[in-house]
């Protein structure tokens, strides 16, 4: 696995696709893969995996269960910040909740997509992440709690 190898979680309901991600996102790039079904009724198989990024890919005819699993993620103290990329073919949808998918640090990625759009936005994701994690150190440090005040 190279030096900047991520963990990656991929999530989709169609075992052909999820044997893609992996050729391109393994075989071909060298990140630790693992692959999950929709059928995902919590929180806690990301948990335990612990990826550095979540692709959910949506399927046709089953969109809502994509867009409730990345609320869930959101919803989640421990978990809201990881970097999502979310593959769908829902363009209008898309282009409706853009300002706030940016907001909640979603890059969106619109199917049919090429390998490099992937790999784009899975880049994407991780400077996103990183800068947010940083702005929220810097935030904690400009203003400490209570309990880290020195007593006088």
Partial sequence: MADNALKIMVINDSQEVLDLFYDILHNEEGHNVTLC??????????????????????????????????????????????????????????????????????????KPFTVDTLLSAINTARTVSASTNLDQSNRSAKHPKATDQPAD
Wanted: proline content about 3%; charged content about 25%.
């Fill in 37 to 110: 079904s929709y059928r995902i009724r919590d929180l806690d198989e990301i948990r335990s995996i612990q990826p550095n990024l979540l692709i959910v890919d949506q399927v046709y005819g089953n969109e809502d269960a994509g867009w409730k699993l990345i609320q869930k993620v959101r919803m989640s103290i421990d978990l809201m910040h990881l970097p999502i990329v979310f593959c769908t073919t829902d363009l209008r949808r898309v282009q409706e909740l853009e300002g706030h998918l940016a907001s909640m640090n979603i890059i969106t990625v619109i």
